[in-house]
């Protein structure tokens, strides 16, 4: 009896008995290549990467294999989504909002000023419409998306001199991760730079930078901000929680058996959950050590975020009438957004305002 009878058959439990291997096990090796938008020093964002690939080897018997690079290993870290699109490489793990050059919706797939936090961005994605709007999106450049992880609500950044007002922004060369912040920060006077990670330290002690965010303590600690930037200013309003991508090609994701397909989104799930929970155990250890070792830490005053909330919106508004598909999706991440402003209200809000100031 060949093994397509013995299956219909027996059945999967009468297949197994009689020690004959299920056909998947006889698939060839599948070996992926997967470049990142991050240095290898950030293990918070580069280990989401690493994640992914140890729990793809694990899940698939070591027959199906990604193997992770670097920026600047086999592509800059800004030319990994034309890597993705042209299929020199089957997927890439970066910040959809540095493409915002290529169209201002890739911000979506990450942060956008005053948007979702980080629960409000996995539900929005997962379960509300926005991984099919950006899976319709991303489909002109060949990608497949999936979460690779969210760092939370980020922080305001590092500053060489304090931002007392508003004005103080004007004239500002700040580094900034990219999107539709960029041109928000722009109409409040700062001279907005977008450039890889590993660039910034220099330029800030160099003085070509007056000023640089990047994500949150754990990271920043150690690239080293606070050595060449002593005022540190909270809320990022910018990225009220970015959500990082694993890009893959579409014609590497079909080719796929349906076993390997369901592993790498299995693999994708384990990799974004323990980021994002590596982010919440990292992050208030790191900003005890910085404010231990003289960081100034900051809020941004009441004028500064409702100057940003004004820029952002004429921003989103200047985008919204000249795409249809923009205003599609920013209209349906804004409908979400009030749900679960509403919800978390009654919930984590009203939870979280009566624990800050309880003694545990």
């Known amino acids: 009896m060949d093994r397509r009878s013995l299956i219909k058959h027996a059945g999967v439990a009468g297949v197994l008995s009689a020690g004959v291997a299920p056909a998947v096990h006889a698939q060839a090796a599948v070996r992926w290549r997967m470049a990142s938008s991050f240095p290898k020093s950030l293990p918070t964002i580069f280990g989401s990467a690493e994640k992914f690939s140890e729990t793809v080897k694990a899940l ?13 290993e086999l592509v800059p870290a800004f030319g990994v989504v034309d890597a993705v699109q042209n299929d020199t490489l089957e997927m890439a793990q970066t910040a959809p909002y540095y493409f915002t050059g290529k169209d201002p919706i ?7 000023p005053f948007g979702l936090t980080a629960r409000h961005m996995d539900a929005w994605m997962e379960h509300g ?10 489909a002109k450049f060949n990608i497949v998306s999936m979460s690779a992880g969210n760092t939370g609500t980020q922080m305001g950044g590092w500053y060489r001199k304090q931002i007392k007002t508003v004005a103080d922004l004007k004239g500002l060369k700040m580094r900034l991760g990219g999107g ?38 754990f990271d ?29 090609s579409k014609k590497a994701f079909a080719a796929l058996s349906a076993e390997n397909k ?31 070792a003289g960081t100034k830490l900051m809020p941004f005053g009441k004028d500064v975020m409702e100057a940003g909330f004004k820029a952002a919106k004429e921003v989103f508004a200047a985008h919204e009438a000249k795409s249809p ?36």
Request: charge should be negative; include cysteine.
């Open 60 to 72: 698939s018997g070591g027959k199906f294999e990604v193997s992770v690079h670097a920026a600047g």
């Open 106 to 112: 890739f911000a979506f797939g990450c942060a956008v």
């Open 129 to 138: 419409n926005g991984r099919k709007l950006m899976d319709e999106f991303y």
């Open 180 to 217: 539709l912040f960029g041109e928000t920060m722009t109409k409040l006077g700062v001279v907005a730079q977008n450039m890889p990670a590993g660039e910034v330290y220099q330029a800030l002690e160099k003085g070509t930078l007056d000023a640089t965010e990047f994500v949150g303590p």
């Open 220 to 248: 920043d600690e150690k690239l080293g901000f606070h050595k060449v930037a002593p005022f540190y200013y909270y809320p990022g309003w910018w990225e009220g929680g970015a959500e990082l991508e694993f890009f893959i």
């Open 262 to 292: 369901a592993i790498v989104r299995a693999a994708g799930a384990v990799a974004a959950r323990d980021m994002t929970a590596k982010y919440d155990a990292e992050n208030p250890l790191a900003l005890k050590r910085l404010v231990g």
């Open 325 to 360: 598909e923009f205003k599609k999706i920013h209209q349906d991440m804004r409908a979400f957004q009030r749900d679960q402003i509403l919800w978390s209200r009654f919930s984590e809000w009203r939870y979280d305002s009566f624990m800050t100031t309880a003694k545990v």
